[in-house]
Each structure stands twice: as structure tokens, then as C-alpha cells.
Antibody, heavy 121, light 110 residues
Framework: QITLKESGPTLVKPTQTLTLTCTFS??????????VGWIRQPPGKALEWLAL???????RHNPSLKSRLTITKDISKNQVVLTLTNVDPVDTATYYC?????????????WGQGTLVTVSS | QSALTQPASVSGSPGQSITISCTGT?????????VSWYQQHPGKAPKLMIF???DRPSGVSNRFSGSKSGNTASLTISGLQAEDEADYYC??????????FGGGTKLTVL
């Protein structure tokens, strides 16, 4: 059974760095083709893809946010970490992590429940 | 990287069929057969319904089908049921080797 769960702060101040952790089970990020990505959704708005990391350390970032995003993985802990620097109230959103089983295909077949992050002073 | 264009809302009666469109460009939808569709109920995480334009994951009803023509992909739901009422999002691979989502469509079952 594949599960993913997001964790991190629920409230962050403007200009701070947001760090979110995705802890997963039921698959290995050392399996060829496997990847884990982050997607966010501001309240009442559409999904926005953020970043993705693959089994081979290939990383992809949303071009509009690339300078602010970092994604890393820890195989031994079954975790993927996303950092977003210099946050702003517009970064308030539910952040999801999700698994993609096929390199550069970009569909996400298992999702975490999401974690709501509010950016406010 | 512009979001794909979807109608804001569609509606249909139980038993009917509806189609949701997803329009992009030759740099995304039109250029690759990597379009996926997600269903999202209020307060829930998205659920994959279609991948690779027209493939269904195991467990997804065959009432859901996907297709593509030119720069527009489509999701068709036949035999509409009350539980199909949700938001639907399309996504596509792009020429920058990153994905992009659509703006979402709210499906109302009358």
C-alpha cells in the first residue's frame, strides 16, 4: 500500500523560508523511473506544480519559482524535502506531495492528504 | 509557462454524458501524448483519473475516458452520477520538460 504524508509548519512569516517534508511508504525512490513531486493549491484556486525529484537525482522545478525552490531526497528515511525561500502571503496554500512512477511522464498516481500553510505576519 | 485553459464550469443531469475540454498549445498538449486528468472533491486530495491521454488507472470507472485532438484534450464522463460532482484538472508535459496544470473545471450534477 502506497502512502504519502506531508509535514511542516502551518504558519510562516513573510520573507522566511518554508521547509516541508514528504514521508512516504510502499515504494522506493531508488526504483528506476520513480519520482516524488510537490503541488500546491491556494484556497479556492487551481493546482500549481512546484518541483519533482527522481530516483536518479534528476530534479525539475516550476520555471516561475525556480530561484526560490529546492527539492532533495533522503532514500534511507523515505523522505523528500521541499524548501521555498522568501515566502509571501501569495504562497499561502495547501501543499501536496505525490508519487510519479514514470520518468518525465509527469502524472501523479498517489497523493498525500496535503498540508495547509499560511504565510502571515 | 501558462496554465492550460479549461471551462470554469460544466453541468449535466444524472445519466447524461459531459465533456470537459483542456486547451493548450503545440508546446504542451498538442506536442506530446502525456495528458492526465484529476478529480478533486472538496477538501480532498486530487485523484488520478486518466493518464497518457486516454489510459485509466486500475480502479477508475470506464465511464471516464480521455482523448485529444490537436492542441485540445478532452475528458468525457458518461452515465453521469451524483458522486461525479467535483473539480476536474488537466495536466500536460511541456516543451520545457516540466508539467503544467489547467485552471480547473467545476462539474455540477443537476
Amino acid at each position: 500500500q502506497i502512502t504519502l504524508k506531508e509535514s511542516g509548519p502551518t504558519l510562516v512569516k513573510p520573507t522566511q523560508t518554508l521547509t516541508l517534508t514528504c514521508t512516504f511508504s510502499g515504494f522506493s525512490l531508488s526504483t528506476s523511473g520513480m519520482g516524488v513531486g510537490w503541488i500546491r493549491q491556494p484556497p479556492g484556486k487551481a493546482l500549481e506544480w512546484l518541483a519533482l525529484i527522481y530516483w536518479n537525482d534528476d530534479t525539475r522545478h516550476n520555471p516561475s519559482l525556480k530561484s526560490r525552490l529546492t527539492i532533495t531526497k533522503d532514500i534511507s528515511k523515505n523522505q523528500v524535502v521541499l524548501t521555498l525561500t522568501n515566502v509571501d502571503p501569495v504562497d499561502t496554500a495547501t501543499y501536496y506531495c505525490a508519487q510519479t512512477p514514470k520518468w518525465l511522464n509527469f502524472y501523479f498516481d498517489f497523493w498525500g492528504q496535503g498540508t495547509l500553510v499560511t504565510v502571515s505576519s | 509557462q501558462s496554465a492550460l485553459t479549461q471551462p470554469a464550469s460544466v453541468s449535466g443531469s444524472p445519466g447524461q454524458s459531459i465533456t470537459i475540454s483542456c486547451t493548450g498549445t503545440s508546446s504542451d498538449v498538442g506536442g506530446y501524448n502525456f495528458v492526465s486528468w484529476y478529480q478533486q472533491h472538496p477538501g480532498k486530495a486530487p485523484k488520478l483519473m486518466i493518464f497518457d491521454v486516454s489510459d485509466r488507472p486500475s480502479g477508475v470507472s470506464n465511464r471516464f475516458s480521455g482523448s485529444k485532438s490537436g492542441n485540445t484534450a478532452s475528458l468525457t464522463i458518461s452515465g453521469l452520477q451524483a458522486e461525479d460532482e467535483a473539480d476536474y484538472y488537466c495536466s500536460s508535459y511541456t516543451s520545457t520538460s516540466t508539467p503544467v496544470f489547467g485552471g480547473g473545471t467545476k462539474l455540477t450534477v443537476l
